[in-house]
């Protein structure tokens, strides 16, 4: 087996990028370059799909197989490229107005399908290329463009789309934050089925400091919750609060206050089949909470692609028809014979 050595300019193609100075998906443009060129594989293995929006121009940047497709649609083509290659790594890039307003429906039947595929999820909570409007994750009361006197509407939490489509893999990191980013896509291509990552995303233009509150590095550790698999909830400038589980609701305590000890903190479990506390994670929200970041949910899933291909293989090794005369041959048979009746104008016909 040949060791590939790739560096992340093996995956920058010559094509100038052409986004906002400043805007957050420069980053994560570098984090899955990255990601790619440690992983190992041949640059022909990959195939980048994006939809319609600031994001989609993904492909163009990327020396890897690509297609820039249609509004909303980046999840349907992608699974045609998976189905008819199994072998190829699929990556979908859409943004929060592609993938959640004229794609949600593709985006929920991808995840209940659970084709393997990693589907990373600009999230700017606005129509960036578009300039400005309101998209189905921008907060109740936020004025754009398109809502002048603030939105009326709740918006979508696309981890709580995830789980409701019974999705296996739901992560959620930050653009600024390209460690964790790295290390999240590394978790997602080596998961096996589909794989939703959420970015937060800033948009300079039209949403610029959507994330500020999270972002600020003097308060960044205690507003931050970075989830590591078989280690407490802990967060905060010393570590010192954490998350347990109390009368089925999370709850913040701090280690040493009203007899708390390390040992109450919650332990994260991202292979835990029941969703519940991954929902509760997913759902935390500032003030009250610490944002959730890193891989919250990875679970072991019947994948489609898999099961079609081993259906397929199935079904011929059983089959009784082989060509197209087996075809002809099959079923109801007729057999028509010249009609020696006279004056008839219809022939014969006898069932073999």
Known sequence: MIDLKYTVKDFKSENEV???????DFAILNAVQRTMAGMGVPR?????ISGIGCSSRFPYYMSTFGFHTIHGRAAAVATGVKLANPDLRVWVITGDGDSMAIGGNHFIHLIRRNIDM???????????LTKGQYSPTTARGFKTKTSPFGTVEDPFVPGQLVIGARGTFFARTIDGNMKLSQSVFETAENHNGTSIVEVLQNC??????????LTDREHAADRQLILEHGKRMLFGKEKQKGLVFEKGKLKVVVVGENGITIDDILVHDVTEEDPILHLALINMQ?????????VIRSVSALVYNTELVEQIKDVQQKRKITCVDDLLNSGN????????????????????
């Open 44 to 48: 022909e293995k990959y195939a980048v």
């Open 333 to 352: 048979i007729w057999e028509v014979e010249g009609n020696e009746t006279e004056g008839s104008e219809c022939p014969d016909l006898k069932l073999k």
């Open 204 to 213: 300079v233009i039209f949403n610029n400091g959507i994330h500020s509150a």
């Open 118 to 128: 990693n589907l990373i999820l600009f999230n700017n909570r606005i129509y960036g």
């Open 18 to 24: 052409r986004w906002c100075a400043g805007c957050g």
């Open 286 to 294: 500032l003030p009250d909470f610490p944002v959730a970041l890193g």
